[in-house]
């Protein structure tokens, strides 16, 4: 059935409650990009289900059958200043950091190309499904940017420095295997299940006490706020520091522009 919420209804982020799971469907043709109006609707349903203790997990899914989400739409950083990109900024991380502190389970159900920013929301949940053909990757250094919503400290914990060295610094693209492998995602389905899987395992949250599920989550991420809460105002920083080199726009022109970018090294 439909949540019922006080926040205007979003065009783009979908919400309904099944039982004791939240699901919230990215449908933002044609590539499910992040928006700060987006970013602020996704909080604000975050803060909205804590409220409602008989919803005990939430699934991201998406969709479309190509995209979970590319994440930002990179016309929106075209010739901003830093000021301009702050509030861009802001929204990505109070959003996902909203999610991350969700009371109770979160679950990706990873169904395409998670790019960026949605990989970042990916990151942020407790849990990541993907189905078979799901393409994974943080490719903001090649348009001179960089993740800003806690993909260099989420990424870090879940796969370890080498690997998230790899996948921002060499803007390594990794599928839905090799995710596995790495620790990135706990599992993959056939294509078209990853959903249903996620749900499963929502139902197994929703048949665990809500107060100790909610205690047990907080205490398990106590072990990591010491190293990456400090951090993620730092990266947000370090993004908008960025906006006043030449490198940032030129990545971004020739992103655009469907050309090779040409750095500048002065």
């Known amino acids: 059935m439909p949540v019922t919420l006080s926040m205007k209804a979003s065009s783009v982020l979908k919400l309904s409650v099944e039982g004791k799971t939240a699901v919230l469907t990215l449908d933002n043709p044609p590539a499910n990009t992040w928006t700060p109006e987006s970013l602020i ?77 949605g990989l970042e929301v990916a990151l942020a949940c407790d849990l990541r499904v993907a189905e078979a053909g799901a393409v994974m990757a943080l490719p903001e250094a090649g348009v001179g940017l960089l993740p800003c919503a806690g993909g260099t400290q989420n990424l870090t914990l ?60 907080k205490l398990i991420q106590m072990g990591r706020s010491g190293f990456s809460a400090d951090v993620l105002p730092i990266e947000r920083e370090l993004f908008l520091e960025l906006f006043k080199g030449k490198n940032q726009q030129e990545g971004v022109s020739a992103f655009l522009e469907k050309r090779k970018p040409e750095w500048f090294y002065d």
């Open 158 to 217: 879940l796969v370890g420095e080498a690997w998230a060295k790899r996948m921002i610094l060499c803007g390594e693209k990794i599928d839905a295997e090799k995710a596995l492998a790495i620790g990135l995602v706990e599992e993959v389905t056939e294509k078209g299940k990853g959903l249903d899987q996620a749900k499963s395992l929502a139902e197994k949250a929703g048949r665990q006490s809500p107060d100790a599920l909610k205690a047990c989550k």
């Open 41 to 117: 609707e996704l909080e604000g349903m975050v803060h909205e289900l804590n409220e409602k203790p008989d919803v005990v997990a939430l699934v991201i899914t998406s969709a479309s059958d190509k995209f979970f989400s590319a994440g930002a739409d990179l016309k929106r950083f075209d010739n901003l200043t830093p000021d301009q990109a702050r509030p861009f900024a802001e929204a990505f991380g109070r959003a996902f950091e909203a999610l991350t502190h969700f009371n109770g389970l979160t679950i990706a159900a990873i169904n395409g190309y998670a790019m960026g920013g």
